[in-house]
């Protein structure tokens, strides 16, 4: 026998951080385009279901609808560490995705997950039967009763991942892990263990979370990082792009940057000042020593030219790091040859 939910009477602190969450998801979607901007703005939602749905137990004294409201409430428990998840990959990762294996076993735990605990009224699998005592919602799990440390699982692994990230991150973007295991830390104690729930701190715990995320996505200026980087790059038509952040450390690059860049040390989380030592000629546009200049690169295929500019990006006098954007005019070159070949012809057939 267990109490699945405890009454309580501290409804202003769960309205407060309804009202929290939704300024912050509200304000956060602006930013949708950043990396990792729209899966904090779903968790930020499934966060104030949650939240709504505890308000919703403890006002009805209905035995069915607490139930569906209890279930309701696990299903988007169940959700929440997978948006913790692709968050944390999507920030940390930003130039890779998502393994198909790992997408779609995720997506099948869940729905069958989500089907048996939905269904659970049907074959008592999870909780065999419910009751109340006095506001309080008292249940007997089942056979599958274990499948409760499912959510406490999923976030684990979103752990895991985050404690990876820390330790193969720099600068900018490890500052942002350190913080973000702190929130995922906070999560992953609330989800795997009861003593939250019952003593009725979640409210408290998801403004702590929604703080540290706020911090970890604007102490940093990261979406104004990005923000620079794409007008940048939208006001000059390039192919490649290797974005740079105040602390000298590669936190992006497209797939264009990586094989204009291919057999050179470039790679997320990497030293800027690495790339430079091994292709010096990068360092005439490192502190804008010029604007603007050409390089040539030997291939297997063949030698290209690419014409290379270097953005400090800064906002208000403040500096968020730089961009370095690389074109292929290859083409345009050897163009460019062609005509004066025929013209010095031209001269020459003139002069004879």
């Not at 599958?144 to 985050?162: M, V, Y």
């Not at 953005?311 to 790091?321: A, D, R």
Request: net charge positive; with cysteine.
């Amino acid at each position: 026998m267990n109490i699945v939910f405890s009454s309580f009477g501290n409804i202003e602190v769960y309205l407060f951080a309804i009202g929290w969450l939704i300024a912050l998801a509200t304000y956060t979607w602006q930013f949708h385009r950043s990396p990792g901007a729209k899966q904090q703005v779903y968790l930020q939602l499934c966060k104030i279901c949650s939240l709504i749905l505890l308000l919703l137990l403890n006002e009805n004294n209905t035995i069915n609808k607490k139930i569906l409201f209890f279930l309701t409430f696990k299903g988007i428990m169940l959700i929440m560490p997978i948006f913790w998840f692709y968050l944390i990959w999507k920030i940390s990762r930003p130039a890779k995705k998502l393994p198909m294996i790992l997408k779609y076993g995720y997506l099948v735990i869940i729905l069958l997950a989500e089907f048996f605990l939905f269904t659970n009224p049907w074959h008592g699998m999870i909780w065999q039967v419910f009751w109340l005592t006095g506001k309080d919602l008292v249940g007997v799990q089942g056979i599958l009763g274990w499948s409760e440390s499912l959510e406490g699982l999923l976030c684990a692994s979103a752990l895991c991942l985050n404690l990876h990230w820390i330790l193969t991150s720099r600068g900018i973007r490890h500052k942002q892990a350190l913080w973000f295991l702190v929130a995922e830390s906070i999560s992953f104690v609330g989800i795997s263990s009861d003593v939250l729930f019952f003593t009725h701190f979640i409210p408290w715990v998801t403004i702590i979370t929604s703080g540290c995320m706020t911090w970890c996505f604007y102490r940093w200026q990261t979406y104004n990082i990005f923000e620079l980087a794409q007008k940048a790059i939208m006001a000059n038509i390039v192919d490649g792009w290797v974005l740079v952040d105040e602390c000298g450390y590669i936190i992006d690059l497209n797939y264009a940057a990586q094989k204009i860049l291919k057999g050179l040390p470039v790679q997320i989380g990497g030293e800027f000042n690495t790339l430079i030592q091994e292709w010096p000629v990068l360092d005439k546009v490192k502190e804008g020593k010029k604007e603007t200049i050409e390089i040539f690169r030997n291939y297997t295929s063949g030698r290209s030219c690419y014409e290379v500019k270097n953005f400090l990006l800064e906002k208000n006098k403040i500096n968020f790091g730089q961009i370095i954007l690389l074109k292929d005019i290859t083409l345009k070159k050897k163009a460019g040859l062609r005509d004066w070949n025929e013209k010095k012809k031209e001269l020459l057939q003139k002069n004879v």
